[in-house]
């Protein structure tokens, strides 16, 4: 029974010695016949048997303790079944092969099968020393004393292989469970700045929403969202990217995926000449895996933050990714621009939609200032291809305007663009190049005119708009936060904010926020807060004259530019007004009608659809 | 639910390790891993988990009823019985079935629509997470209990464990009833099989994160636009060649993953990879790549007589179109296949002899051009996208040698792509051989192994703090 | 049919198949012994012994016979001349 238990043991532990050893990784790839290892596998277990077999009790122990010991014996690493392919069909199935096998190639790197053989040997070996029996006594003793030490180094080496595993485990451990610790119980952040957006929230449990993946799935975002501390480890993973390679001529970048432009294009510009390396439609193949911070990513970002914040000096996030979409542009000076594209079909489609507006309103004076962008003024000369001429769909969409004057901003803004007139770091113009827009229109619309010298001027540093996050936190962009300046009219207006179907008034608030309470990717949200809202202004200038702005995000800049020029201004943004504008008008005795967009917004691929808020 | 995901490296994995570590008898150990499989299947396909149970349930009992009895047994016949072959087949139809119908049927459909004219509706069916693999691993342990090379499981958990055990559940490697059969009822995890896992599965974690999901950003922007009418030759080389890079260190990195969970459970999956890209003709190259899929091939569909003829090259056809078949329902994964085939049975035809003596550069420089084109036709889904795609990588190409995507993309990750190119080598044996040379040399080794595991771990951590979409490529599989 | 006839048979078809007239065949000759046997040769190996004996091996068989003797043994019981 005895002897039974201890082959059993024996056996076992051969079985997982032979299992156990780290040098089985790399020497299973080359048995890849999995028949062939079970076979093997079995064959050891025989093969123990056979030595436990036929040794007496003292060469047992010694043989299991070097069967254990010349597992740490360096393995072959390149044996002849490496070469040979392994595929061996008879080599499934019995280990009937394996004795017989034992001394041909086959079963060389299974040194452990000889070792034991080669150990027990070892006493046959010794009558060799045969002479007196003292000489032979004292000769086996030396054998023995060598077979000793060997086996001593080998147990030692491998009780140090073993606290090496042990302090792997352990180290390992350590930051597993410290990580898990961090996920499970670490604060989870439920709005992220630098992204412009509310994190994904923890969805509630309902068997239905379960059954249809929806839980899991929604579970899982949330999880993976609301990582605690997120915003330190987007940071370093922008780092982290920064380091994969080389900056590219200093740090210019193409970031995203660049708009098509249309083939029909107006014959004044000159689109032919972009490059044929950019003619790619907006949106990113569904391939894809995450691509963080690409513009077009953007868009799916959650507007809407709950609108209780009463007091409108929280500026809520908005939605601008929807009119800037496509590739942008980042320079090494710190410069971030979206790249243009547009064909006639979309300025045709704007400017129709533009004049139904003034069919259903002719007695109202209709304006359009679609202003243009950054990258009109400020694309270097070598990267000229990467991005189509906005001057040119401006002019031909102003062409197609019926009864609604143009404004012409783009020759006002050219004149100062030496001066601060676009943010760097964001997809806006400055306040200041508002305020030149908004005196070209003042202007336009023979209305007054401002005067800088009576603004008042806020500075703050350390601003990192949309292009950060467009650009996927470019070193370029993201180590160059730039001083935001704010232009605020001195006369006296008041502001009533909305809901976007007009219920909800609340009067007497900011038109202008608090510029030093912001965060540092919020700083244009100074204007107004947020898009979602209908803004109406009442000024000191009592001239009878009430506007209407009908704007995307460049008009929150604009407004507060022209309170010197009408007695009222309504704002409404056309993403998001309820309302009919026609009845809106009549309602409170509009004057005036502003359209006031940048090119993107009015003509790019990827604008916002044209609502039917006639 | 995704290995590569911080949901199960910091919420389901401790708890599983928890329980399993907790729970002293081996019964209870394999309890909680059916458990917990089951949670991680159910976690992607709360109601399809139960196909996977269904597909456990009759091939249990199909296991036994191929196998002979007692009664066969002992009279010692030389062919199976009626009875026993007829399971057979009725285990074939059903499991061949239950793939066919999940992940070919859309395919076939529309392409009878398309080529008869019929007006069929296609099925709107998406196949299960892993049909592909628990599938072909229920189909070898059936096969294998009428070849009588196992023994039939006459306990249904011990094979639902076999068939639904979460580390190769998803996404391979195709595990062999054999491998394990003995370790679900007889396995300890010791020391080195811990530590060795543990760090078998952080570096196929870094393999896919800190590779792989990177250099899919490269893709994405270069042969994986919607538009690729205006890709450079050397956008499209680059591209495909990254291409490459990045089924390799997912799939394989994923396989790491697998076996390095096994391990730490006790199991000892085979190895699904032997850094293929070393390899010096194409028939190294698939004993080198999924070696589970190509060992499953050539066990069961090789010795089948394709009408009636036992060819090398009838054979070889069979083998590399069900390949093909195998990794998708579309064309150019057939195609992938076939074209695979052409340069096996090329080689067979040239012999080993004579392949030996083509000088190893040449033979180098072959291997990887065909591999990367073979990645190319692999990616395109579609055949016309596909076309345009071979044609940009020609000198003939109109958009010129390159632009300033290709060029920044270049720069940006140069180091990414060394790092990826280095990492191909058998770095992990290397370090082995190294540190036989001396016992400090391998304390050493191992101090810096450890540091390094601990290093990858952390910034993979932090690196899947980004994926909002973590992607598996053999997802769909 | 005798064994040893078999085996003198069998030899021949194994050294045309592998090309290699100095190929012995003992009942415990496996794939590891012949340089070139693998899944692939086998293939064509079984068919060229189907062919020689005019039999047919059963899929069970063609993967999972350990050695020549084995493939004798059956060769021997189900050849027709």
């Known amino acids: 029974m005895d002897n039974n238990k201890k082959r059993a043991s024996e056996r076992s532990e051969q079985t997982r010695n032979l299992s156990h050893n780290d040098n089985r990784d790399s020497e299973r790839a080359r048995q890849l016949d999995p028949e062939h290892i079970a076979a093997r596998r079995k064959a050891q277990s025989e093969q123990a048997k056979h030595l436990a077999d036929s040794a007496n009790s003292a060469a047992n122990s010694e043989k299991r303790a070097s069967a254990r010991a010349s597992e740490n014996v360096p393995r072959k690493t390149s044996s002849p079944t490496v070469r040979k392919n392994p595929d061996n069909p008879l080599m499934t199935g019995r280990q009937g092969t394996r004795p017989a096998s034992e001394g041909t190639s086959g079963g060389t790197h299974r040194t452990s099968n000889i070792s034991p053989r080669t150990i027990n040997t070892n006493p046959d070996a010794s009558p060799k020393k045969q002479s007196p029996d003292q000489q032979q006594k004292h000769a086996m003793t030396q054998d023995e004393r060598l077979r000793l030490r060997k086996k001593r180094i080998q147990e030692q080496s491998k009780r140090r292989e073993n606290a090496f595993r042990v302090f792997n485990i352990s180290a390992v451990m350590v930051v597993f469970v410290f990580c898990t610790l961090f996920m499970t119980f670490g604060k989870r952040p439920t709005v992220s700045y630098e992204e412009f957006r509310d994190l994904n929230k923890c969805p509630t449990f309902t068997w239905d929403s379960y059954f249809k993946g929806e839980f899991t799935e929604k579970f899982a975002a949330f999880y993976n969202d609301t990582v605690p501390l997120r915003s330190t480890f987007k940071d370093m993973i922008a780092s982290f990217r920064a380091i994969i390679g080389i900056p590219y001529k200093g740090g210019v970048a193409i970031v995203g995926d660049p708009i098509k432009p249309s083939d029909d294009v107006p014959p004044t510009a000159n689109v032919t000449s972009q490059s044929t390396s950019f003619k790619n439609p907006v949106n990113t193949s569904s391939k894809a895996l995450d691509v963080s911070g690409s513009s077009s990513q953007s868009t799916s970002g959650t507007s809407q933050s709950s609108s209780s914040s009463a007091q409108q000096e929280v500026p809520e996030q908005h939605e601008d990714g929807a009119e800037m979409s496509g590739s942008v542009l980042v320079l090494p000076s710190g410069r971030g621009m979206s790249l243009f594209g547009a064909g006639k079909s979309t300025a045709d489609e704007c400017a129709s939609y533009m004049n139904h507006f003034k069919e259903l309103l002719p007695d109202v004076d209709m304006y359009a200032l679609i202003a243009p962008t950054a990258v009109s003024f400020y694309l270097p000369e070598e990267y000229k291809n990467a991005s189509a001429e906005e001057k040119p769909m401006i002019d031909y969409l102003y062409s197609k305007l019926e009864g609604i004057t143009p404004v012409d901003a783009y020759s006002v803004l050219s004149q100062h663009v030496n001066e601060d007139i676009y943010l760097k770091t964001d997809h806006h113009w400055t306040s200041l190049g508002a305020f030149y827009a908004a005196q070209e229109f003042a202007r336009t619309a023979n209305a007054p005119v401002p005067d800088l010298s009576t603004y008042e001027v806020e500075t703050r540093d350390g601003f990192l708009g949309s292009m950060n996050r467009y650009s996927g936190y470019h070193p370029s962009i993201k180590n160059h936060p730039e001083t935001f300046t704010l232009y605020k009219p001195t006369n006296s207006y008041t502001t009533d904010y909305y809901n976007s179907d007009m219920t909800n008034e609340r009067t007497d608030r900011r038109l202008i926020l608090n510029l030093q309470s912001l965060n540092a990717s919020e700083y244009y949200l100074v204007f107004i807060g947020t898009d979602d809202v209908v803004t109406h202004v009442k000024t000191d200038c009592h001239n009878g004259r009430k506007l209407l702005m009908i704007k995307d995000s460049y008009g929150n800049a604009l407004t507060a530019n022209l309170t010197n020029s009408f007695e009222e201004i309504w704002v409404v943004d056309m993403r998001y007004f309820q309302k009919s504008v026609s009845e809106f008008c009549k309602e409170k005795e509009i004057t005036d009608l502003l359209f006031m967009w940048n090119t993107f917004s009015a003509m790019g691929p990827n604008r916002h659809e044209l609502p039917e808020i006639y | ?477 | 049919m005798g064994r040893e006839v078999v085996r003198k048979r069998l030899t021949e078809v194994f050294r045309d198949v592998f090309d290699d007239d100095s190929i012995v065949l003992t009942d415990n000759t496996t794939a590891n012994d012949i340089e070139a046997w693998d899944s692939l040769e086998h293939i064509s190996l079984i068919s060229a012994v189907e062919k020689e004996f005019r039999m047919r091996f059963t899929m069970k068989e063609v993967s999972g016979m350990k050695n020549v003797g084995e493939m004798i043994s059956i060769v021997a019981e189900r050849a027709k001349k």
């Not at chain 2, 285990?91 to 239950?98: A, K, T």
């Not at chain 2, 006790?266 to 790549?289: A, M, S, V």
């Not at chain 2, 054979?315 to 150019?332: D, E, K, P, Q, R």
């Open chain 2, 1 to 477: 639910m995704v290995f590569s995901s911080l949901i199960f490296l910091y919420a389901f994995l401790p708890l599983c390790m928890l329980f399993y570590f907790l729970i002293k008898p081996l019964k209870g150990k394999n309890g909680v891993l059916i458990v917990f499989s089951l949670l991680f299947y159910s976690w992607g396909e709360p109601v399809r988990v139960l196909y996977l149970l269904l597909s456990a349930v009759v091939n249990y009992f199909l296991g036994m009823g191929v196998s002979p009895t007692r009664v066969e047994l002992k009279k010692d016949l030389s062919t199976p019985t009626l009875r026993r072959k007829i399971l057979l087949a009725v285990s074939l139809v059903f499991n061949i079935g239950m793939i066919g119908v999940f992940k070919y049927s859309r395919f076939v459909v529309t392409n009878i629509n398309g080529i008869f004219g019929a007006e069929l509706p296609v099925p709107d069916i998406v196949p299960m997470i892993g049909i592909s693999f628990y599938t072909f691993q229920v189909m070898s342990y059936v096969i294998d209990c009428y070849w009588e090379k196992v023994k039939p499981q006459l306990s249904f958990y011990k094979l639902l464990l076999y068939i639904c055990l979460f580390p190769q559940l998803i996404a391979g490697p195709i595990v062999r009833y054999s491998t394990i059969a003995e370790e679900i009822d007889n396995r300890r995890s010791t020391v080195a099989d811990i530590s060795t896992g543990i760090s078998r599965f952080i570096m196929g974690l870094a393999k896919k994160v800190i590779l792989a999901n990177q250099l899919y950003r490269i893709v994405d922007s270069t042969i994986g636009k919607n538009d690729i009418s205006g890709l450079t030759i050397l956008g499209a080389w680059y591209g495909v060649i990254v291409y490459s890079l990045y089924v390799y260190f997912d799939f394989s990195g994923y396989s790491d993953m697998a076996i390095g969970l096994g391990r730490i459970f006790g199991f000892h999956f085979n190895e699904n990879f032997n850094h293929p890209y070393l390899c010096k003709d194409i028939t190294e190259f698939w004993q080198r790549w999924h070696i589970s899929l190509g060992s499953f091939f050539r066990d069961y569909l090789l010795p089948i007589p394709v009408f009636g003829i036992r060819n090398k090259y009838t054979s070889l056809f069979l083998v590399w179109l069900c390949t093909g078949i195998w990794h998708g329902a579309n064309w150019n994964y057939i195609i992938w296949g076939l074209y695979y085939g052409c340069f096996i049975m090329f080689e067979t035809a040239l012999g080993k002899k004579r392949i030996a003596k083509i000088p190893m550069l040449i033979r180098h420089i072959y291997t990887k051009l065909v591999i990367t084109i073979g990645f190319g036709i692999f990616f395109f889904e579609d055949l016309g996208n596909l076309g345009t795609f071979l044609k940009c990588l020609l000198p003939t190409n109109a958009n010129g040698w390159s632009d300033m995507t290709v060029e920044m993309l270049m720069a940006n990750n140069l180091f990414l792509v060394i790092a990826a190119v280095i990492c191909s080598f058998p770095l992990v044996d290397g370090f082995k051989k190294l540190s036989q040379k001396s016992e400090n040399v391998k304390s050493l080794v191992s101090v810096s192994g450890t540091v390094l595991s601990v290093g990858l771990l952390l910034l993979s951590s932090v690196l899947l703090v980004d994926a909002t979409t973590n992607v598996f490529l053999y997802w769909n599989y």
